[in-house]
């Protein structure tokens, strides 16, 4: 296990270091990779304090953190989550598991003191399974009182054929604050390549004090890719929410018109969802981003400092 803690110095990791990464991963024997697939575990946990919220992160595995970026101050950090082999193999398994924890002597009843946000610099790709086992990938965030949580990661891309299971859980307590998304391509249309095989199997969960305020469950396949009532032949589709904030009727009506490819709503009175669907995944995501940025400023009461990565 590799341990290291954020001191708020900016990590002179590059691409380079990604592939580094990679090539210093032993390739795995082909007969354990039949019967085990590879698995890989992080484990994080933002521990808030006086002078800067500090950030420790241990793995196993090819998944974690590469950079601790602290463009917003030492209170805000922005965490770079990689998974250098770029994608999901039959019989993979990846478990990210966090924990967001806030100076009590920070806590206010306004806005979060402190949060975290986590991206990627890339995609992630779930391969085609031959032999009939799904790739795994479980994500399991508590986010404590006076903290917020901002999970922006790139889309992942189901290949045709693949078999993928989808966990993401989101415990918040008190007053915690989440903003997140989660997006999905069947497919890879520009190649050619349709999703007329195989499954996607997602799991959202999203509680506060260990009160559900989200429940959602899905299967996406060849069939439901093609129903009216489905997604209607589009291949791209996303759900974005923000929990621990409800706009006005006022602020929802600016919302809606700022950002017509997606269809919002609040459930909860805490809690505002954002649904979409596209063709093709860039639209989608740049939905995405805007929607982030008209919303941080309200949920967070932060401006809208974008990772580097999404220049790139």
């Known amino acids: 296990m590799d341990l290291r803690a954020s001191q ?105 003191a402190t949060g975290l946000l986590v991206t990627q610099p890339g995609a992630t790709k779930w391969y085609r399974s031959d032999d009939g086992r799904h790739s795994e990938q479980r994500v399991h965030w508590r986010v404590g009182a006076g903290c917020a949580l901002e999970w922006l990661p790139h889309e992942s891309i189901a290949f045709d054929g693949a078999l993928a299971d989808s966990e993401l859980i989101i415990d918040l307590q008190g007053d915690a604050r989440c903003i997140g998304w989660d997006a999905w391509v069947l497919g890879r249309r520009l190649h050619g390549d349709t999703f007329a095989r195989g499954e996607v199997r ?77 063709p093709e995944p860039e639209a989608l995501m740049r939905a995405l981003r805007s929607l982030w940025r008209d919303l941080r400023p309200l949920a967070l009461q932060r401006p809208a400092t974008p990772p580097r990565l999404w220049a790139t």
Do not use: Y
């Open 8 to 112: 708020g110095e900016d990590f002179t990791h590059t691409l380079h270091g990604v592939a580094a990464a990679a090539a210093s991963v032993q390739l795995r024997d082909d007969a354990t990779a039949a019967t085990a697939g590879w698995r890989a575990e992080l484990k994080v946990q933002l521990q808030g304090g006086p002078e800067r919220a500090r950030v420790r992160h241990a793995h196993s595995g090819p998944l974690r953190l590469q950079k601790i970026l602290e463009p917003e101050g030492p209170h805000w950090p922005q965490a770079v989550l990689v998974h250098p082999p770029g994608g999901l193999c039959a019989g993979d398994v990846l478990l990210l598991n966090g924990q967001l924890d806030a100076d009590p002597a920070l806590q206010t009843t306004g806005a979060p």
């Open 202 to 278: 997602q799991h959202l969960r999203i509680t506060r004090d260990g009160t559900p305020i989200h429940l959602e469950h899905s299967r996406l396949d060849a069939q439901s890719l093609a129903r009216r009532a489905g997604l209607n032949g589009q291949a791209v589709s996303a759900l974005a929410w923000c929990a621990g904030f409800a706009p006005d009727e006022a602020q929802m009506d600016a919302l809606r018109t700022a950002h017509p490819l997606l269809a919002l709503t609040c459930p909860q009175p805490d809690l505002l969802l954002a649904r979409a669907l596209a």
